[in-house]
């Protein structure tokens, strides 16, 4: 396969973030959350969400995707402040999502270590994230 380009997100790629997040949540999670709940998730209502979240030039997250040179936006990661007190953490992982197809190829690993320089290079020094016990790539957090 060939390696995905890691880039900075746009406005113009919220919908196409859109499209992973729906279909990395009905993909990973599909024996883990209700299937009624999977199945009335929206590209549309995370579209707009996205472009929210882009908009804002000044922002002080981080939002990257994954782009591979012939499928387009394979995956995204978005961090920042840390919305939770946890001692000793001042950033987390909000989301880092791959199509099924791409992950286990190393793009995850590049996308995660593009979000901790980005993160350590606005300062902050220690990252956390939220997983599920049961989510069956968790052991790639660790």
Same mark, same amino acid.
């Given at each position: *396969?060939?390696?995905?380009?890691?880039?900075?997100?746009?406005?113009?790629?919220?919908?196409?973030?859109?499209?992973?997040? /729906?279909?990395?949540?009905?993909?990973?999670?599909?024996?883990?959350?209700?299937?009624?709940?999977?199945?009335?998730?929206?590209?549309?209502?995370?579209?707009?969400?996205?472009?929210?979240?882009?908009?804002?030039?000044?922002?002080?997250?981080?939002?990257? /995707?994954?782009?591979?040179?012939?499928?387009?936006?394979?995956?995204?990661?978005?961090?920042?402040?840390?919305?939770?007190?946890?001692?000793?953490?001042?950033?987390?992982? %909000?989301?880092?999502?791959?199509?099924?197809?791409?992950?286990?190829?190393?793009?995850? %690993? /590049?996308? *995660?270590?593009?979000?901790?320089?980005?993160?350590?290079?606005?300062?902050?020094?220690?990252?956390?994230?939220? /997983?599920?016990?049961?989510?069956?790539?968790?052991?790639?957090?660790?």
């Amino acid at each position: *396969m060939q390696i995905a380009r890691i880039r900075p997100a746009t406005l113009a790629d919220a919908e196409a973030i859109a499209g992973v997040h /729906v279909a990395s949540w009905r993909s990973a999670y599909q024996d883990i959350l209700p299937t009624e709940f999977l199945a009335g998730l929206s590209v549309e209502r995370r579209a707009t969400f996205w472009a929210r979240q882009l908009a804002d030039p000044a922002s002080p997250d981080v939002t990257l /995707v994954a782009e591979h040179p012939s499928a387009g936006i394979i995956g995204f990661a978005n961090a920042g402040a840390a919305q939770e007190l946890f001692p000793g953490y001042d950033a987390e992982l %909000r989301a880092i999502y791959l199509l099924h197809t791409y992950q286990r190829a190393g793009v995850g %690993r /590049v996308l *995660m270590a593009r979000v901790a320089a980005d993160l350590l290079a606005r300062g902050h020094a220690a990252l956390f994230l939220w /997983v599920f016990a049961e989510n069956a790539s968790r052991h790639f957090y660790t």
